[in-house]
């Protein structure tokens, strides 16, 4: 395990640790939005989940729009889809590919290219006609492995990103 990684299950015992909902035992990892027993559900898996988003969040910083931090669970993400500002929204289907290639953004397009992608998407036309400005700051270029229904990116051969 790397050093970051090490700093990052650190982050992520703190985190699981501290938060207790309801019945003796029960957790939430409010770093996945999961539920768990402590004591018959295996904490260390618990941990290991949350390495990749931690680590998503650290390479991301707040370079969302407006400033904000990369949302890593469903919960987070489900507050900016529900945002009238179509960036908010932007930004969550960025999260919510990123979590389907398991916070792998190394691999996975930039915001900048994954938005392009998204805009040059028939049925995701609504987001620019909220913002037309976007356009300009986005331009729609078809994504390879861009998934139009769900917005959901994976790697295809011959993209580069495999």
């Known amino acids: 395990m790397s050093m970051i990684d090490a700093a990052c299950a650190r982050s992520a015992w703190k985190a699981i640790m501290a938060v207790t909902v309801g019945a003796p035992g029960l957790r939430r990892n409010t770093i996945t939005g999961g539920l768990f027993v402590l004591g018959e559900d ?18 991301f910083g707040w370079s969302g729009p407006s400033g904000q931090r990369l949302p890593i669970n469903h919960i987070e ?24 290639s ?28 909220k913002d037309p ?23 295809v051969s011959g993209s580069g990103r495999l």
């Open 77 to 100: 993400r489900k507050v900016l889809e529900c945002s009238t500002e179509p960036t908010d929204v932007l930004w969550s289907l960025f999260a919510g590919s990123l979590e389907a």
């Open 133 to 155: 400005s976007l356009a300009s700051e986005y331009p729609p270029k078809p994504l390879a492995g861009l998934d139009h229904r769900s917005t959901a990116w994976r790697p």
């Open 102 to 129: 398991d916070f792998d953004y190394r691999r996975h397009p930039s915001f900048i290219e994954y938005a392009a992608g998204v805009f040059a998407a028939h049925h995701n036309r609504r987001l620019l006609e």
């Open 42 to 59: 295996d904490l260390l898996e618990e941990v290991m989940k949350a390495i990749p988003r931690i680590r998503a969040v650290v390479h």
